[in-house]
């Protein structure tokens, strides 16, 4: 739902300004203007914060009033043409003005676009310096635009985490259960992002999640939780290095890497991950150090998330070392 109870709003009609009031339904919300409660269609409406971006600014003659009683009664009827776009995170921004007239973010009204044919399930959690801020479990229905909740500006200079799961509601052959997706908002990237929506009167700050479901992965787990797979070459058992050091570059771990997707390279080197922490674990070992190389960081980032709730973990660090550069990361165990 674009709107909730107490929002702003501007009357696109008459440009006078209000609140929502009530929710009556997925179109149409009763708002206040001047005292005055009636029932609007959505698209009568705007946030007075997104009006400022998309109204036409090239025009700078004052259009003649109109008074909310002469808004049309009756929707007109349009034909929409829905074409799927994917799924993504998009950061609307509410904008104010301090005691020096400058304009300023208040905050980040955050929310789930799917602009696909598909229902999905997600779990949604957003973490600030380690600790959860926001939770979440809900339905996005395809062409639907959902409302997930509103960031204060000041947390920006945390790099506050977006973590989603999905999962497809109508199971499609092919593509896998579910789908873990994690967006890092970094403070320095958000500030230059704003300063461009505000240079080219973009209305919003959008992060692509996915255009398709990913693939199912194709990966064997056996009750020992040892991976199983045609090309597939775990380090040996007895070997001294997998008992100290693990590494996760693709080439290592299959022969057939070229023909998988970023996503299955990522489920296979997590994967591995778990199964030589198990067993280093299982062992009584001390130390581990993962070698997940540098590159975008995800790899890096998913293990020291994983890290972080394992009960036998004691520490552990990324710092710079002759032999891996800052491409590995060294486990203390309990």
């Not at 109109?66 to 776009?85: C, L, Q, R, S």
């Not at 600030?128 to 509103?150: I, R, S």
């Not at 109508?170 to 230059?192: C, D, E, M, R, S």
């Not at 771990?253 to 067993?279: G, H, P």
Request: proline letters at 5%.
């Amino acid at each position: 739902m674009k709107y909730q109870i107490g929002d702003e709003i501007i009357v696109l009609h008459s440009h006078e300004e209000g609140k929502v009031v009530e929710i009556m339904n997925d179109k149409m919300v009763m708002i206040q203007v001047r005292g005055v409660k009636f029932p609007a269609y959505m698209d009568q409406i705007d946030f007075p914060y997104f009006h400022r971006f998309t109204r036409n600014k090239i025009a700078e003659t004052k259009p003649a009033k109109v008074y909310i009683d002469n808004i049309p009664k009756e929707k007109p009827k349009t034909t929409e043409i829905k074409v799927a776009e994917g799924v993504w995170v998009s950061l609307i921004p509410k904008f104010s003005f301090d005691e020096y007239n400058d304009e300023v973010v208040d905050l980040l009204k955050v929310y789930l676009v799917n602009k696909t044919e598909h229902s999905f399930g997600f779990t949604y959690d957003q973490e600030n310096l380690g600790d959860k801020e926001m939770a979440l479990k809900n339905t996005v229905l395809p062409f639907q635009d959902f409302y997930l909740h509103d960031i204060d500006f000041a947390d920006i200079s945390n790099n506050p985490s977006l973590k989603f799961v999905f999962e497809l509601l109508t199971p499609i052959k092919g593509k896998a259960k579910n789908a873990p997706f994690t967006i890092k908002l970094k403070a320095k990237q958000v500030f230059q992002k704003i300063e461009e929506l505000k240079l080219k009167n973009l209305p919003s700050i959008n992060y692509p999640l996915f255009t398709g479901f990913p693939d199912t992965v194709n990966i064997v787990h056996e009750a020992i939780g040892v991976l199983a797979s045609p090309n597939y070459r775990p380090l040996p058992k007895n070997s001294g290095d997998v008992r100290s050091v693990v590494d996760l570059h693709i080439e290592k771990l299959t022969d057939s890497w070229k023909d998988m997707s970023n996503y299955e390279i990522l489920m296979l080197q997590v994967s591995e991950f778990e199964r030589c922490y198990d067993a280093a674990v299982a062992s009584y070992q001390r130390t581990l150090i993962v070698i997940h190389g540098v590159g975008s960081g995800r790899l890096r980032d998913h293990i020291h998330e994983a890290l972080k709730s394992k009960r036998e973990v004691s520490s552990f660090i990324n710092q710079y070392d002759a032999r891996f550069g800052y491409g590995a990361t060294e486990i203390f165990f309990k």
